[in-house]
């Protein structure tokens, strides 16, 4: 081969007469007369594989068919001949007039939709709660207030508008004074169309404005998911959960006043027995009253629903930085979704056993004062709490 046959036209020209070119490789003649053949659709990958000289001849062909793109992604090359000879022939193609394509431009991305905070309540002695939604809305903000209960669904709901600021600032003063913990606007989509689907079983009729506030947040009335099975170790945790009558946000869990007013008359009856009992004799038999009430009490239904108040105030307690709390809670949700009964729940136990602590204080405090000692102990705290913006906090 003379030395002007490796000079990149007369190279081409084999390539494209199907002259044989012995001094290369017959796999890469081969390639190159597959590129010259449609340089529109070469890659810069493959050129890059071929010998120095072959490259040129592709090159080449793509100057005289005026393709651009193929030297505008050779210039950039980690093999330095092959991009010094990929310049030279966009410069050919700029003088002919030829620019290479610009690449379209990304279109900016949208921007993110506004979020808001999302609050919901902890879980009251009644089971009942309260969740704010926020819904972006002709330049301002709607501000959802529900009042939901765990035993009937959404009890109340009023629909506003208030400002950015305003939304910030009952939000974050919610979240300073322990009211509730703030979700995802999903979360509390959920939860709404939880307690929605509650309404619906227990044919508690809607609120106005429910079925638009459901429609506006995109969802339906839904079910809630059931727990996890219990865990192995959630069997220590039955035997702990009186500690989260220790906790401020359950320590005003009572009873209902059904239940209080029986375990009452059981221990007056008790107390009025002509029976000669020893103190720890009594102590013991007020014991097996506390301990017969709640279980009583605690039939499956009522044990689902307390073991998903457990489960949310598992989740408070996380974010107020009480795991151990966090952890007894939903070792005992478990337990309780389930129906598990031995060893009996130490939480339940409790929650009847705190009647008598209270009642005991109820007397000890009218003694004080010295008025007769009342019959039943106080009621749980029931006077409405409301947060600024008029949230109704259980």
């Known amino acids: 081969m003379s030395p002007a046959s490796t000079e990149p036209r007369p190279l081409l020209d084999a390539l494209r007469a199907g002259t044989p070119l012995p001094a290369f490789p017959e796999a890469d ?31 080449e062909a793509a100057v005289l068919e005026g393709q651009a793109a193929l030297p505008e992604a050779l210039s950039a090359s980690s093999v330095k001949p092959l991009a010094k000879a990929a310049k030279k022939a966009l410069y050919r193609l700029r003088s002919r007039g030829v620019t290479p394509q610009e690449a379209p431009k990304e279109a900016p991305p949208a921007p993110a939709p506004e979020t808001l905070p999302t609050l919901v309540t902890v879980v009251s002695s009644a089971g009942q709660y309260g969740l704010l ?31 950015r600021g305003d939304i910030r600032r009952i939000l974050k003063h919610a979240l300073k004074n322990g009211f509730g913990m703030e979700v995802s606007r999903e979360e509390g989509a959920r939860l709404l169309a939880e307690a929605a689907a509650l309404n619906l079983r227990t044919r508690t009729p809607f609120p106005p404005d429910l079925e638009a506030a459901l429609r506006h947040h995109g969802v339906q009335p839904q079910e809630p998911e059931p727990l996890p099975a219990p865990e192995p170790d959630d069997v220590r945790r039955a035997l702990e959960g009186d500690q989260l009558h220790a906790t401020p946000e359950i320590a005003e869990w009572v009873p209902p006043d059904a239940e209080v007013r029986g375990l009452m008359e059981q221990v007056q009856a008790l107390a009025g027995s002509p029976l000669a009992l020893s103190g720890p004799q009594r102590q013991e038999q007020m014991r097996q009253r506390v301990l017969d009430a709640a279980r009583a009490f605690f039939t499956p239904e009522v044990r689902q629903r307390y073991a998903r108040r457990l489960w949310r105030m598992a989740a408070f307690f996380d974010t107020t930085g009480r795991a151990l709390q966090a952890d007894i809670a939903r070792g005992e949700a478990r337990r309780l979704f389930q129906g598990l009964d031995e060893p009996f729940s130490l939480f339940a136990e409790t929650l009847f056993a705190k009647v008598l602590v209270l009642a005991a204080a109820g007397a000890q405090a009218q003694a004080a004062q010295g008025a007769p000692a009342p019959d039943a102990p106080p009621a749980a705290p029931t006077g409405e709490r409301r947060s600024p913006g008029g949230l109704i906090l259980p």
Not at 30 to 47: E, F, I, P, W
């Open 29 to 59: 003649v081969a390639q190159a007369r597959k590129l010259v053949d449609d340089v529109g659709g070469a890659t810069a990958s493959a050129v890059e594989a071929l010998p120095e000289a072959l490259a040129g001849a592709v090159l």
């Open 133 to 163: 939604l926020t819904r972006v809305v002709r330049g301002g903000v709607e501000l959802l207030q529900v009042i939901a209960s765990d035993e009937q669904g959404v009890l109340e709901l009023t629909r506003t508008e208030q400002s």
